[in-house]
């Protein structure tokens, strides 16, 4: 079992709808927890941080948080087009490196 | 803020040459920089974890003496590639860890090294 799993996908949504990415991870020490996006041919790009149980809200995204579950998600509303990439969740434990998901492939079709 | 550069963006080398590679953390310090490396249409593969005034720590697999770190201050680290071969050919990335509460240690990214060897 791998240490923060992640659907691969593909997942299509259309223009403007919500586009939900899970994730979970198995270390239970884990305390902060990362989102980030990779569009093709470039690196990562860090787009949410969360480390409290509950929700976060950033402009289009809102990164949800249960611990008791091990499990992160990433709603993306009103997607874009240009929203289309790998999305990459990653869990660390304090003090630790981060372990990264093998990534979401999202694509938006307009 | 959280501004991580490298260098070069891409290098194209003969086998058997040595390649160096720079990560600087721009607007923070950084005493941790991790090494990446990502094959096309694949997942993110940690090579190292670089401290500042330490030795790197490597991952099973990574070749510490073909994989040569350096992290000299706290806003550089540097990876060598001695020896490049074809299959050397990848995408590197590095990143630098932010520390200090409220950001819990985030790692922000480089925009990566492309190299080929010949």
């Known amino acids: 079992q791998k240490e923060v799993e992640q659907n691969s996908g593909p997942l299509s949504v259309p223009e403007g709808a919500i586009a939900s990415l899970n994730c979970t991870y198995s270390d239970r020490g884990s305390q902060s927890f990362f989102w980030y996006r990779q569009y093709s041919g470039k690196s990562p790009e860090l787009i949410m941080s969360i480390y409290s149980n509950g929700d976060k809200e950033d402009g289009r995204f809102t990164a949800q948080l249960n611990k008791a579950s091990q499990y992160v998600s990433l709603l993306i509303r009103d997607s874009q087009p240009s929203d289309s990439a790998t999305y990459l969740c990653?869990?660390?434990?304090?003090?630790?490196?981060?372990?990264f998901g093998d990534g979401t492939t999202l694509t938006v079709k307009p | 803020g959280a501004v991580v550069s490298q260098h070069p963006s891409w290098v194209i080398c003969k086998s058997g040459t040595s390649v160096k590679i720079e990560c600087r953390s721009l607007d923070f310090q950084a005493t941790t920089m991790f090494w990446y490396r990502q094959f096309p249409k694949q997942s993110l593969m940690l090579m190292a974890t670089s401290n500042e005034g330490s030795k790197a720590t490597y991952e099973q697999g990574v070749e510490k003496d073909k994989f040569l770190i350096n992290h000299a201050s706290l806003t550089l680290s540097t990876l060598t590639v001695t020896s490049a071969h074809p299959e050397d050919s990848s995408f590197y990335i590095c990143?630098?860890?932010?520390?200090?509460?409220?950001?819990?240690?985030?790692?922000?990214f480089g925009p990566g090294t492309r190299l080929t060897v010949l």
């Open positions: 990653a869990a660390r434990a304090y003090a630790g490196k981060s372990t």
């Open positions: 990143s630098a860890a932010r520390q200090g509460r409220p950001t819990y240690n985030e790692q922000f």
